[in-house]
């Protein structure tokens, strides 16, 4: 899988910005929830999920992904990116380890 590409259906790795706990050490990457579609949002380095986006540096609600989306999650495609406004693309490879673990793998 290239996460980075740009077709429509390929999945992508974004960021809305930096993570109100952890601040510029890492951001909060889109993610979504297999249940049900929904966008939620993650932080890799402290594992702190939301169900908006949060502003940093405001930390106003904090989980974890596994009570957000108990049945895993997956990367947003490109289509589903472009519809988030002011997200960035973030290199897979540098949270590859900790992505690896959480995303549900699906052949």
């Known amino acids: 899988m290239t996460p980075n590409t740009t077709g429509g ?5 974004v960021s809305v910005g930096k993570c109100p706990v952890c601040g510029s050490f890492a951001p ?9 579609e929904q966008l939620v949002y993650f932080c890799p ?6 169900r908006t986006p949060p502003v940093f540096p405001v930390l106003d609600a904090v989980d974890s ?3 957000i989306a108990p049945l895993g999650v997956r990367l947003p495609t490109f289509d589903e990116r472009s519809r988030l ?3 960035i693309l973030v290199e897979y490879d540098t949270w590859r380890k900790e992505l690896d673990r959480i995303l549900e793998r699906v052949s």
């Open 45 to 50: 380095g402290c594992e702190t999920a939301w």
């Open 9 to 13: 259906d390929e999945p992508v790795l």
């Open 85 to 87: 406004t002011g997200a």
């Open 28 to 36: 909060v990457l889109v993610l979504v929830k297999l249940a049900d």
């Open 65 to 67: 992904l596994e009570t």
